[in-house]
Structure formats: structure tokens, C-alpha cells
T-cell receptor
Framework: GDSVTQMEGPVTLSEEAFLTINCTYT??????LFWYVQYPGEGLQLLLK???ADDKGSNKGFEATYRKETTSFHLEKGSVQVSDSAVYFC????????????WGAGTKLIIKP | DSGVTQTPKHLITATGQRVTLRCSPR?????VYWYQQSLDQGLQFLIH???????AKGNILERFSAQQFPDLHSELNLSSLELGDSALYFC????????????FGEGSRLTVL
């Protein structure tokens, strides 16, 4: 079945550091890929998405590129801020999963000033 | 503000009791999803309704049930509560039933003592 694997956290970085959170997937079809973010005490919110191979999703300085050849959708940001501290979830939606979102385990990001 | 409203925000109850969590989706959204988030941050899909009909079931316990009403609000009923049911319960909504773009409420935190 479909699955999403994220790097384990927590990931701790200093402010202005470069961020990468790895996400790889297994899918039977051609999934759409998503990154959601959960700030402390809040619900999840969609951060960015990509619907086909080589698409790049971007929002709030974050980027992720849909790589079909490596089945990956890594999240990157060039310079993180303390306010980026949150839990980040990678997810996919695919006909093989009846379009239900398949979620990664989440990666907690801690940014220190 | 996602536009999804969940009540109550916090709930403390005893083992063996029954509670009802309520969700009002964004205006115009026909799909409602329920998720459980445990302390270790993992997100567990429970159930999906679209325009009043059940569309998909995840790992929802038999002690749990849900429904979506004609006005599109949804309720999640949890009965014979156990200590392990303590978690955050999120509702999310979307316009369509085959989309990965969900809008989450702020959650209902359930504590079972």
C-alpha cells in the first residue's frame, strides 16, 4: 500500500540555518504530494503542494520539489526563523489510497535563537 | 483562522464515560474528516464523510462513531472511554472528496482520567 516516510525528529537548528526535512513515498499511482505544518497549540495547515513530477511547491520561503525518480518530496528553507518551530507533516493523495491522505509521522523542528 | 470550528476545546472525563465532539466545517465544504493525534504527535485517520454519507473509514474503534448531519456539521461520539483515548481530536474539511487540501480545526483535547 501507499506510504510516506519522514526523517525522525526532533530537528534542532540555529536561526538562519538551512533546513532540509526529508520525505520519501511509496505509491501505486501518480500521487499528489503535500507538506502540512502544525504550530504549537494549533491545527494543521497546508504549507505547500505539488501535483505532478518536477513541480515545485513553495510558500513562506519553504520549497519542495516532486522528484518521481527518487520518490521524494524534501522540504527546504534557506534561512529558518524561530517562528518556523513547528511539526511538519509530509502526505500524499493517490487513487490507490482512494484519495485519502496518507501521512508521514511528522518531524518536529526546533529553531534556537 | 481556518473556518473550521470544533467544540469543546478541552474535555476532561472519566473512564467508562461517553463524550461527543462537534465540528462545523468551512462554509461550502461538503467533506468532513476526523483525525486522532496522540501525544507522540502521530496523526491517525478515523473517518471521512461527504455530504452526509460515509466515504472512508480508517482505524476507528468500534466504541467510536460519527455522523454528518444535513447542515453538514459532524459529531464524533466516543464511548466506554479508556485512558488510551486521551488525545487531540481534529476535524478537517474540504470542498471535494478527492482532494488533499484539507482545512483543520484547532482540535478538541480529550483527557480521560
Amino acid at each position: 500500500g501507499d506510504s510516506v516516510t519522514q526523517m525522525e525528529g526532533p530537528v534542532t537548528l540555529s536561526e538562519e540555518a538551512f533546513l532540509t526535512i526529508n520525505c520519501t513515498y511509496t505509491a501505486t499511482g501518480y500521487p499528489s504530494l503535500f507538506w502540512y505544518v502544525q504550530y504549537p497549540g494549533e491545527g494543521l495547515q497546508l504549507l505547500l503542494k505539488a501535483t505532478k513530477a518536477d513541480d515545485k511547491g513553495s510558500n513562506k520561503g519553504f520549497e519542495a520539489t516532486y522528484r518521481k525518480e527518487t520518490t521524494s518530496f524534501h522540504l527546504e528553507k534557506g534561512s529558518v526563523q524561530v517562528s518556523d518551530s513547528a511539526v511538519y507533516f509530509c502526505a500524499l493523495s493517490d487513487p490507490g489510497s482512494n484519495y485519502q491522505l496518507i501521512w508521514g509521522a511528522g518531524t518536529k523542528l526546533i529553531i534556537k535563537p | 483562522d481556518s473556518g473550521v470550528t470544533q467544540t469543546p476545546k478541552h474535555l476532561i472525563t472519566a473512564t467508562g464515560q461517553r463524550v461527543t465532539l462537534r465540528c462545523s466545517p468551512r462554509s461550502g465544504d461538503l467533506s468532513v474528516y476526523w483525525y486522532q493525534q496522540s501525544l507522540d504527535q502521530g496523526l491517525q485517520f478515523l473517518i471521512h464523510y461527504y455530504n452526509g454519507e460515509e466515504r472512508a473509514k480508517g482505524n476507528i474503534l468500534e466504541r467510536f462513531s460519527a455522523q454528518q448531519f444535513p447542515d453538514l456539521h459532524s459529531e464524533l461520539n466516543l464511548s466506554s472511554l479508556e485512558l488510551g483515548d486521551s488525545a487531540l481530536y481534529f476535524c478537517a474539511s474540504s470542498v471535494a472528496q478527492a482532494t488533499g487540501e484539507l482545512f483543520f480545526g484547532e482540535g478538541s483535547r480529550l483527557t480521560v482520567l
